[in-house]
């Protein structure tokens, strides 16, 4: 089994920053990819950012030159930091990993990130 735990989300307003953190546990030697994944009320959860064991990354059209996500493969945990925070960024966004990049196995519970006008 892999767990994953989320935390970081938060009210900020809009142009101000925040920093999720995902913690992976249990069997992770099978996770070749992590990323974040966002849902809004009544949208369909859409990738946001991936990253893969080797330090691949690919961003969603909407946050590259505002979002970066990194990894540390020691200590397991993968990190978005968001940046220029506009309202449309407000969703849950959810950890992920897998063994395919945009084939998620494993998902976190969920953390809200909301962006005021």
């Known amino acids: 089994q892999v767990q994953l735990v989320e935390s970081g989300g938060g009210l900020v307003q809009a142009g101000g920053s925040l920093r999720l953190s995902c913690v992976v546990s249990g069997s992770i030697f099978s996770i070749n990819a992590m990323g974040w994944y966002r849902q809004a009320p009544g949208k369909q959860r859409e990738l946001v950012a991936a990253?893969?064991?080797?330090?691949?990354?690919i961003y969603a059209d909407s946050v590259k030159g505002r979002f970066t996500i990194s990894r540390d493969n020691a200590k397991n945990t993968v990190i978005l930091q968001m940046n220029s925070l506009i309202p449309e960024d407000t969703a849950v966004y959810y950890c992920s990993a897998g063994s395919i990049v945009g084939r998620p196995g494993y998902w976190g519970q969920g953390t809200q990130v909301t962006v005021s006008s």
């Open positions: 990253i893969t064991r080797g330090g691949s990354t």
